[in-house]
């Protein structure tokens, strides 16, 4: 089933993923969504509903608390929010295309995935939101405020004509997000955001260096590889999608920049997010010769359409490990022993609401998350330190990767990689880290747990 068919799937049978075009995470598991449907894993399949403010607002917060995007309704009637959340449910139901290697077999490929998916969720958030609002700012230079304007327009009123749709955008801005006075010293909205997660004036060379890295790494690697672990996608790759498909590909500026620069992420982008461009080599894809006779069919991706052999890590990807290790782990290290006081201190009690995953502070949350709050922390990065809030979020997802870890832990060549990496071998020690910090979501939101 093709998810937009006027042809609908029975509503009891058939995921509804609200989601729109522009959302970080909506473009990774709808890409993700896309992959298992292909390979007939998902039962009918899934319909992408364009989760319009009025479905926000009377169906999804009634639903999770919370009007953050994606958000999924099953087949058997459960709420989904969060795309790791939807990942999960969706791996552990439908085991056909599996989308991150076996443990047992391959414990490099399957952590090294879910480290590049903190790196995609949270790390990579912060220079996806500069690379989307910088163009947009007044008198920015190049400008895609225009863009801008009108793809949230798109979701903010579908029914009405272009010029109104793109008008609604510009309304919203500025009314949500004091656009005209994002340079003043009381920013609203992403810009505040970017401040909150670390992104100053003294940081913000610092942040662009390490997207830079992280550009000029991917662009090597997909000059030998269709996808990150070879000639099929896994959950790293959708994972990347997050901010490489809404932010640095599809937004105007960046993703002219994107495509000059980096093409071969560019296409890498076309064949992960969709399967139907024949130009970018995708999964969906099969290439073919002529033997004078009759067509002859091979894999349209590299490495025979396949995951490499042997649990083995290319280049690229040992390098993006390499960021995660020296710029990200020490932060969640940090942020980890952080939230886990606060969790024990007189100011909460255990099974009360956590910050939930929020790009800036959470309601009720902002005099703990800013202006030295003790839910913030300093950070290093580049060799510049500045104070960044503290999401929980990612402190839920590194407590998913415990039971992961203990299930590769066994392996010596696992051990010897992470070791390779600059605090690298911290890492086999996560159950210590996270052993007072409990936490658990419930639709939207987050709480501390006991034991």
């Not at 995007?69 to 959340?85: E, R, V």
């Not at 989308?99 to 995935?113: E, K, T, W």
């Not at 290319?314 to 995660?324: A, N, Q």
Request: charged share 20%; aromatic share 10%; hydrophobic share 40%.
């Amino acid at each position: 089933m093709v998810e937009n068919s006027k042809e609908r799937q029975d509503p009891v049978q058939t995921y509804k993923l609200f989601t729109v075009e522009h959302s970080y995470f909506s473009g990774k598991i709808r890409a993700y969504l896309r992959w298992k449907q292909f390979h007939g894993a998902l039962g009918a399949g899934f319909e992408d509903i364009l989760a319009t403010p009025e479905l926000i607002e009377k169906l999804l917060m009634t639903k999770s608390g919370v009007p953050s995007l994606p958000q999924m309704q099953c087949p058997d009637g459960t709420w989904l929010q969060d795309s790791s959340a939807i990942f999960d449910h969706i791996e552990a139901s439908h085991k056909q295309a599996l989308a991150v290697p076996s443990p047992g077999h391959a414990p490099r490929q399957c952590l090294a995935n879910y480290l590049i998916e903190l790196l995609a969720d949270e790390w990579l958030i912060v220079t996806a939101c500069r690379a989307r609002w910088q163009p947009s700012r007044a008198g920015a230079e190049p400008s895609h405020l225009a863009f801008n304007e009108q793809q949230w327009g798109a979701w903010l009123a579908p029914d009405e004509t272009g010029e109104k749709r793109r008008q609604a955008g510009a309304g919203f801005f500025e009314a949500s997000f004091a656009i005209s006075q994002a340079d003043s010293d009381k920013p609203k909205g992403p810009f505040e955001g970017l401040g909150q997660l670390g992104m100053t004036a003294a940081t913000e060379a610092a942040w662009l260096a390490s997207l830079e890295n992280i550009m000029t790494i991917l662009e090597a690697h997909f000059s030998d590889h269709d996808y990150l672990f070879g000639g099929q996608p896994a959950l790293a790759d959708f994972a990347l999608m997050g901010p490489f498909y809404a932010h640095f590909y599809r937004d105007a500026a960046p993703g002219f920049d994107l495509r000059t620069r980096f093409p071969l992420v560019a296409e890498w982008v076309e064949r992960t997010h969709g399967n139907d461009n024949v130009n970018a080599r995708s999964y969906a894809q099969t290439l073919y010769g002529f033997d004078g006779e009759e067509l002859t069919p091979r894999p349209a991706t590299s490495d025979g359409g396949v995951w490499l052999a042997d649990d083995a890590i290319p280049l690229g990807v040992d390098k993006l490990i390499g960021v995660f290790f020296s710029e990200m782990w020490p932060v969640l290290k940090t942020a980890t022993d952080c939230l886990t006081q606060f969790i024990n201190s007189d100011a909460h009690q255990i099974g009360d609401e956590l910050p939930r995953k929020s790009f800036t502070a959470s309601p009720g949350f902002e005099a703990y998350q800013t202006h030295g709050g003790s839910l913030t922390h300093q950070f290093t990065l580049g060799g510049v330190s500045a104070q960044r809030m503290v999401v929980a979020n990612q402190m839920w997802m590194l407590q998913r990767l415990v039971p992961i870890l203990e299930a590769c832990n066994g392996d010596a060549r696992l051990r010897d990689w992470l070791s390779d990496f600059d605090s690298g071998a911290d890492f086999l020690h996560l159950p210590d880290l996270m052993a007072g910090c409990h936490i658990e979501k419930r639709g939207g939101k987050i709480y501390s747990t006991a034991e």
